[in-house]
């Protein structure tokens, strides 16, 4: 299996314009999450999706954010309109679902996103 | 809630020594598991080593063990006879079913080893 692979690897934007990222998840895997890791606040739960679903998206900082899982193996995460704080490292990561508790989570290699 | 808390900013231990990071939890879930992922200055996050909650044994994986005590709920990993390829960030995670599969990570302990 490749993993979770995310792209772009680096995305460099300038305030006020639309950044996508995107995901494929681990085939088979019923849950996705995405998150935001920063120095300051260290790795944040941005969204998640359970069979495609978002289940909580309590994470999203604003309005600016949106985030959508079509199918099961795609997800996009969607700034707009970009600004400077939100500058990060963007995880994308997935993990099946048996009900257990012994799951780990796989994570994609990351989008680094500089807003300029 | 759940929630983990990794008491040590930055470590330094010496090549093919052995050094220990705390992880400390806090759950009320009878059933849960515990992770610990390395991230390297290249930044991926790799999976470690995992723990659950009625294992008797602690875990162990090659150069990494864990010391799981259950009643003081921590979960520290030890890393044996360290590498310069041991210096990342290594964070520590929960699990339990009752969170809808949502990992709960610690704020991560920066590990250098010294040649």
């Known amino acids: 299996d490749a993993g979770v692979i995310q792209s772009p690897r680096h995305e460099v934007t300038e305030m006020g314009q639309e950044v996508t990222l995107r995901c494929k998840p681990i085939?088979?895997?019923?849950?996705l999450f995405w998150y935001r890791q920063t120095m300051m606040r260290g790795l944040e739960l941005l969204i998640y999706f359970n069979n495609n679903v978002p289940i909580d998206d309590s994470g999203m900082p604003e309005d600016r954010f949106s985030a959508k899982m079509p199918n099961a193996s795609f997800s996009t995460l969607k700034i707009q309109p970009s600004e400077p704080r939100d500058s990060a490292v963007y995880f994308c990561a997935s993990s099946f679902d048996r009900g257990t508790y012994n799951e780990k989570l796989f994570f994609g290699s990351g989008t680094q996103l500089s807003v300029l | 809630a759940q929630k983990i808390t990794q008491t040590q900013p930055g470590m330094f231990v010496q090549e093919k020594e052995a050094v220990t990071l705390d992880c400390t939890y806090d759950t009320s879930d009878p059933s849960y598991g515990l992770f610990w992922y390395k991230q390297p200055s290249s930044g991926e996050m790799i999976f470690l080593i995992y723990q659950g909650s009625y294992d008797q044994q602690n875990a162990t994986e090659g150069r990494y063990s864990l010391n799981f005590q259950k009643a003081r709920k921590s979960a520290n990993l030890v890393i044996s006879a360290s590498q310069l390829g041991d210096s990342a960030m290594y964070f520590c995670?929960?699990?339990?079913?009752?969170?809808?599969?949502?990992?709960?990570f610690g704020t991560g302990t920066s590990l250098t080893v010294i040649p």
């Open positions: 085939s088979g895997h019923d849950y």
């Open positions: 995670a929960i699990l339990s079913p009752n969170t809808g599969n949502q990992f709960y």
